[in-house]
Nanobody
């Protein structure tokens, strides 16, 4: 397992932007798929964006065109740039690392390492 620590959450008005960061313990991006999930109260954990070891990014329909996943190898940090935020984006956001099976990118159990989460609140 790897250690992951998220930061960058906060409160913002609808239409605003935030950038989340996820610091990893060591260089892991060549060994693990990296992902961002979120979970709102009473709802299941939802996969938002995945970055493969080959650098390919995948997005959930709910965030495609608004969110961008990226990483900085030199800083061992994963990012999630979130633009055009909506009140329904309010949730706890988590980064994760793992080796998901084929066709299982969005299944949280496929990821073995998780950060502690960072809260994002979007007001209307």
């Amino acid at each position: 397992q790897v250690q992951l620590v998220e930061s960058g959450g906060g409160s913002v008005q609808a239409g605003g932007s935030l950038r989340l960061s996820c610091a990893a313990s060591g260089s892991i991006y060549s060994r693990y798929y990296m992902a961002w999930f979120r979970q709102a109260p009473g709802l299941e954990r939802e996969g938002l964006a995945v970055l493969t070891t080959g650098g390919i990014a995948y997005y959930a329909d709910s965030v495609r065109g608004r969110f961008t996943i990226s990483h900085d190898n030199a800083k061992n940090t994963l990012y999630l740039q979130m633009n055009m935020l909506k009140p329904e984006d309010t949730a706890m956001y988590y980064c994760a690392a793992g080796r998901p099976g084929f066709g299982r990118l969005w299944i949280s159990n496929e990821y073995s390492s998780w950060g502690q989460g960072t809260q994002v609140t979007v007001s209307s």
